[in-house]
């Protein structure tokens, strides 16, 4: 339910602020005219922080090896409940031989609605045994105002999903 305040709080912020641009656009505009107070409004938006991620795609947390590319021939997907607002999806692959299964690939990316918040997987664990999976997966979250960090925290989820690998 905190997650959800944070974001209700996020977004009544930056409605108040693009209302009280248009009205520094109106009293510009009257002042200096419509091409130098675009240019200020502009000039406002470049102190914004940028996003600290090079790509969005996700990073495989099974093996600390970005070069590592396994052939697996098995996959599953699964969707984890975080809180109100987000969702945890999580894709394992890797091989099934006999009774045994090699992870090659964890993906986790987080779904739902982010104002105000980053989550970021930075580590995770697969364990097998004859039927099912434990996953392990810790989240960076990042608690955000106006694009800059207020408070950070991390989050564990663990679970266990149903292998169909026959």
Known sequence: ?????????????????????????????????????????????????????????????????????????????????????????????GKWTDSTFQAYGLYATVSGLLAGHEWKPIAGAVNADEKQLHYQIVVLHNWKLFGNTIYTNSDEYTGIIASSHD
């Open 1 to 93: 339910m905190l997650a959800l305040a944070w974001t209700a709080l996020n977004v009544l912020l930056f409605v108040l602020v693009v209302y009280a641009w248009v009205r520094v656009f109106k009293l510009l505009r009257r002042e200096i005219g419509v091409g130098l107070a675009l240019l200020f409004l502009l000039s406002l938006s470049a102190f914004r922080s940028g996003r600290d991620e090079a790509s969005g795609k996700a990073q495989n947390l099974a093996t600390p090896d970005p070069t590592r590319k396994g052939l697996g021939n098995w996959s599953t997907h699964a969707v984890i409940p975080m809180n109100v607002n987000n969702k945890l999806n999580l894709i394992i692959e």
